[in-house]
């Protein structure tokens, strides 16, 4: 399967406390995003990186790329109780298709 | 704008049925793609469309037809439900081919008894 594999699969942290959570795919990742779901609703972009950046800033995201690990990190800093959904890394395949990880649901406690 | 839309956003059939799945956009977008969701299997895609008259197979396209006569509408077609098939289902469109932001509906939740 061409489908990224996230960690962990579930995380829970207190409010203000620092989230990470990490892609990786088996074939080589090239412009990779990150899209936040919110419980029952459709996905949000959040951050698209391009294979010539390491690193990018958004806010309180920070997105790491490694292409050589075909891998990326996202981290959110200073997380608050609406940082709580799922959060899904995604890369187009070699034949142009947009492939999904399977996602870490984050729970922030107030 | 209404961005994505689809509809409807709850459906239930019994095993055989068919029905089509409306997703429609406002933004010109090109690309346009249908994907499913299970637990703990992320997003799959389906279909997709990078035009009007063009669709291609996704990962997961057995059992599902899809067409795109106009830029706006993108509809997805069940044949003969299958239990399997039970899923939410996502509409998606970008502005372009090179698979930038993805915009996407709010989901319909299909299910197959």
């Known amino acids: 399967s061409q489908q990224g594999e996230e960690d962990p699969q579930a995380l829970s942290i207190q409010e203000g406390e620092n989230a990470t959570m990490n892609c990786s795919y088996k074939?080589?990742?090239?412009?990779l995003q990150w899209y936040r779901q919110n419980s029952g609703r459709g996905l949000v972009h959040l951050i698209l990186?391009?294979?010539?950046?390491r690193e990018k800033h958004s806010g309180r995201l920070r997105v790491t790329l490694d292409t050589s690990k075909k891998s990326s990190s996202l981290l959110i800093t200073a997380s608050r109780a609406a940082d709580t959904a799922s959060y899904f890394c995604?890369?187009?395949?070699?034949?142009?298709?947009?492939?999904f990880g399977t996602g870490t649901l984050l729970a922030v406690q107030p | 704008n209404a961005g994505v839309t689809q509809t409807p956003k709850f459906q239930v059939l019994k095993t055989g049925q068919s029905m089509t799945l409306q997703c429609a956009q406002d933004?010109?977008?090109?690309?346009m793609s249908w994907y499913r969701q299970d637990p703990g299997m992320g997003l799959r895609l389906i279909h997709y469309s990078v035009g009007a008259g063009i669709t291609d197979q996704g990962e997961v396209p057995n059992g599902y037809n899809v067409s795109r006569s106009t830029t706006e509408d993108f509809p997805l077609r069940l044949l003969s439900a299958a239990p399997s098939q039970t899923s939410v289902y996502f509409c998606?469109?970008?502005?372009?081919?090179?698979?930038?932001?993805?915009?996407f509906g709010p989901g319909t939740r299909l299910t197959v008894t």
């Open positions: 074939t080589s990742i090239n412009n």
């Open positions: 990186i391009r294979s010539n950046e």
């Open positions: 995604a890369t187009p395949s070699y034949t142009n298709k947009l492939i």
């Open positions: 998606a469109s970008s502005r372009d081919r090179e698979l930038g932001e993805q915009y």
């Open positions: 933004m010109n977008h090109e690309y």
